[in-house]
C-alpha cells in the first residue's frame, strides 16, 4: 500500500504521449496486482486457464504493456520484489487478514447474489503467487520485454536505477519510490483513465501523475531525510504510524522540530521503536548494483504455445498484439534505411 503523501505531493498532470522515448523501471508487482484485482467476471472470478491457474495478470500485462511500448513509444524495464525486509512482516500479515475478510464476504454477496458486492469484494482477495510471477516473467521474456529482480523492495531498486541514470524514472501507484530516493515518479501508467474503488463500489477517473523529488522537497524547504520522518509519523509498510497524525500534520511537525529526535516526548513516546531501522531501509536501501537488462526478441511460436497451448488464449487476441510488435519492428526498419539514404 505504500505511504499515504496524497494529500501533500506537488505533482504534474501528463499525457502518455509526453513520455514517448523515455525508458521507466516499473514495479512490476504493483502492475500485475491492478490487472489480478479488475480482470474479473462480473461476479469477481480472476480468468483462470483450464488448468485452474489465474491469467488476469497476464492477459493485463501482455495487452497495456505493449501498447505503451509500441503505441506510446515509452520503453519499460519490469522489476519484481525480492524478499523483504523484516520490519514488513506485520503489514504483509494485516493484508491476509484484509484478504480473508475480503474472501468471506465475497462468497456471502455470492451466496445472496448480490453481484455488485460481489466483484467489490473480489478486487480486495486478489494474491500474487510465486507461479503467478514466474508466469509473468515467462511471457516478458517471449515479447522481449526485459525485467530486472531486485534483492529485496522493487521501488527501492527502481529508484536506484533511477537516480544512477539507466532509467528515466520509476513507475510506481505508491509513493515509497520517493523515499528511496528516484528523481521522478510516475504514477497511473495506465490506458482506460479510469480506477475501481472497491470501498465505494464505483470508480474514478485517473490521468497520469509525474512527480519530481527535487520540486517536491525544495517546495516545503526539507530534506529527504526529512521526508522519510514524516512517512514514518503518517506509517509505512515498515511501520505503524502515531494516531491521529496525517500527512499535513506530520509535515507541520518536521519542519518545525527538524526530525523526529527534536520531537516533543509527547509524541516521541508513541512511535514505534526501531524507527531508526526504517530510516536506514529508505535512505540506505537493498538494491542490486550489479543487473544486467536483456532485451532479447519477440518468440512468436514459443508466445502461442504459452498463452493459447497453455493458458487458453484467444489466438486472434494474441495475434494482434503480435501484429503490433511487427509493425513496429518494421517502421523501425524503414526508419533506420531512410536515415542511411539520406544521409
Not at 500485475?32 to 462480473?42: K, S
Request: proline residues 4%; positive net charge; glycine residues 6%.
Amino acid at each position: 500500500m505504500g505511504v499515504d503523501l496524497a494529500s501533500i505531493v506537488v505533482k504534474h498532470k501528463l499525457r502518455l504521449e509526453e513520455l514517448g522515448g523515455r525508458t521507466l523501471a516499473v514495479d512490476a508487482n504493483n502492475f500485475l496486482y491492478q490487472f489480478l484485482a479488475l480482470i474479473r467476471t462480473p461476479d469477481g472470478w480472476p480468468l483462470k486457464a483450464q488448468d485452474g491457474t489465474v491469467t488476469s495478470h497476464l492477459a493485463g500485462l501482455m495487452y497495456r504493456s505493449t501498447r505503451l511500448i509500441y503505441d506510446y513509444g515509452i520503453n519499460l524495464i519490469f522489476v519484481f520484489d525480492g524478499f523483504p525486509p523484516r520490519q514488513k512482516d506485520v503489514e504483509i500479515s494485516k493484508r491476509r487478514k484484509m484478504r480473508e475478510k475480503a474472501t468471506l464476504e465475497w462468497k456471502k454477496a455470492l451466496e445472496a447474489k448480490d453481484y455488485a458486492k460481489a466483484f467489490s469484494k473480489a478486487v480486495m482477495t486478489s494474491r500474487l503467487t510465486g507461479p503467478m510471477i514466474e508466469d509473468a516473467q515467462n511471457l516478458l521474456n517471449l515479447l522481449a520485454i526485459p525485467y530486472v529482480q531486485a534483492p529485496s523492495e522493487a521501488e527501492a531498486q527502481a529508484a536506484y536505477m533511477a537516480m544512477r541514470g539507466d532509467v528515466w524514472a520509476s513507475s510506481s501507484r505508491d509513493f515509497d519510490s520517493l523515499l528511496f530516493g528516484t528523481p521522478r515518479l510516475v504514477r497511473y501508467l495506465t490506458l482506460t483513465g479510469r480506477e475501481f474503488l472497491p470501498s465505494k463500489g464505483t470508480s474514478r477517473p485517473l490521468e497520469p501523475e509525474l512527480i519530481f523529488l527535487d520540486e517536491f522537497l525544495s517546495h516545503y524547504g526539507i530534506t529527504r531525510m526529512q521526508l522519510v520522518d514524516v512517512a514514518i509519523l503518517i506509517g509505512t509498510d515498515f511501520n505503524e504510524g502515531v494516531k491521529g497524525i496525517g500527512p499535513k500534520k506530520s509535515l507541520k511537525l518536521i519542519t518545525e522540530f527538524g526530525r523526529i529526535e527534536n520531537l516533543p516526548n509527547s509524541i516521541r513516546m508513541k512511535i514505534a521503536q526501531g524507527y531508526e531501522d526504517v530510516r536506514r531501509i529508505f535512505l540506505e536501501p537493498n538494491a542490486g548494483q550489479h543487473y544486467i537488462v536483456n532485451y532479447g526478441s519477440l518468440e512468436e511460436e514459443k508466445l502461442y504455445d504459452f498463452l493459447c497451448g497453455q493458458k487458453g488464449f484467444s489466438k486472434d487476441r494474441v495475434e494482434r498484439v503480435v501484429k503490433r510488435i511487427k509493425r513496429h519492428s518494421l517502421e523501425s526498419k524503414q526508419t533506420h534505411l531512410k536515415e542511411w539514404f539520406d544521409k
